[in-house]
């Protein structure tokens, strides 16, 4: 399976993007998504995750509110849409894929699958 993630860039404090992760080589209709950031000097760290169907999500406390996932299973691709982004959301954006077993894992050790990264930086 392949993960291709894009969408990143350099934005303001307060800006928005919204990060794409296209999968291939796998039914991507059975699959946990999940995004995972890891930030300069710092641990990987749970981001968003999202059922197969989407009809179940789960957010790190850091970013609910303002991150929202979604998934078209059609085009086999999920998405993070971000706003009001702040400095502290600054690092290296991945996707990841796991079989969903029916609950939505934070650690990135049950993700089989993952993509390449996507720098998000929001400057002050």
């Known amino acids: 399976v392949q993960l291709q993630a894009c969408g990143g860039g350099l934005v303001q404090a307060g800006d928005s993007l919204r990060l794409s992760c296209a999968a291939s080589g796998r039914i991507f209709s059975r699959d946990v998504m999940a995004w995972f950031r890891q930030a300069p000097g710092k641990e990987r760290a749970f981001v968003a995750a999202i059922s197969r169907s989407g009809g179940r999500r789960d957010y790190a406390d850091s970013v609910k509110g303002r991150f929202t996932m979604s998934r078209d299973n059609a085009k086999n691709t999920v998405y993070l849409q971000m706003n009001s982004l702040k400095p502290e959301d600054t690092a290296v954006y991945s996707c990841?894929?796991?079989?969903?077993?029916?609950?939505?894992?934070?650690?990135?050790?049950?993700?089989?699958?993952w993509g390449q990264g996507t720098q998000v930086t929001v400057s002050s």
């Open positions: 990841a894929a796991a079989t969903d077993l029916g609950r939505l894992p934070r650690w990135s050790s049950e993700y089989g699958y």
